[in-house]
């Protein structure tokens, strides 16, 4: 238990599906992230939101659309997405974002699965 | 740019010692992680490293050397529950802020 749950764990969608994954930390953290993870490739960083507000948005289609309605809660709505979206999507949280700040702590993942 | 390289798998036996390197190229450097990720589980803080030498943990140890670009994770006395994949992290500079850069995993297998 790492004190960040993730929900839910499997998800099976078509492309003209919309859903959202939800993420929660327990931490105390003011920082949150979205992370892809894809087989054999290093963690993708996706959205990054410090004190509720988005301060990364690293090139992600606009399928992809991120909500943080306050420091311990975060969405991924999906919409519209494609087969090579499938992979697992990792939240964190921390404690701040720059300079000295500690580790992330993860959320088990969401493991989409794009039909 | 940035790039993180690491192996992508490692063998050992049960009760030996193993080195996982990773090389770094980065945009500034504010530290350096390694994490442990079972396989469907969340990968777990291991090790930071933010001043070049040993930093050693129990089983596990970490090094860094800022000038070469250079990390390792030491792993001993192996046990079959060390087999999992280890990320190496660093985190760089980005625009006005730090983000954390993974390398694509090295997975280790622990035999008996």
């Known amino acids: 238990e790492t004190g960040v749950t993730q929900t839910p764990r499997h998800l099976v969608m078509g492309m003209t599906n919309k859903k959202s994954l939800k993420c929660e930390q327990h931490l105390g953290h003011n920082a949150m992230y979205w992370y892809k993870q894809s087989a054999k490739k290093p963690l993708e960083l996706m959205f990054v939101y410090s004190l509720e507000e988005r301060v990364e948005n690293n090139s992600v289609p606009s399928r992809f659309s991120p909500e943080c309605p306050n420091s311990s809660h975060l969405f991924l709505h999906l919409h519209t997405l494609q087969p090579e979206d499938s992979a697992l999507y990792l939240c964190?949280?921390?404690?701040?974002?720059?300079?000295?700040?500690?580790?992330?702590?993860f959320g088990e993942g969401s493991r989409l699965t794009v039909l | 740019g940035q790039n993180i390289d690491q192996p992508t798998e490692m063998t050992a036996t049960e009760g030996a010692i193993v080195q996982i390197n990773c090389t770094y190229q980065t945009s500034g450097f504010n530290g350096l992680f390694w994490y442990q990720q079972h396989a469907g589980e969340a990968p777990t803080f291991l090790s930071y490293n933010v001043l070049d030498g040993l930093e050693e943990k129990g089983r596990f140890s970490s090094f860094l050397s800022r000038s070469k670009g250079y990390s390792y994770l030491l792993l001993k006395e192996l046990q079959m529950k060390d087999s999992a994949s280890y990320l190496c992290?660093?985190?760089?500079?980005?625009?006005?802020?730090?983000?954390?850069?993974f390398g694509s995993g090295t997975r280790l297998l622990v035999r008996p």
């Open positions: 964190a949280s921390s404690h701040g974002t720059g300079g000295n700040t500690g580790e992330l702590f």
């Open positions: 992290a660093v985190r760089g500079l980005m625009d006005s802020s730090y983000k954390l850069i």
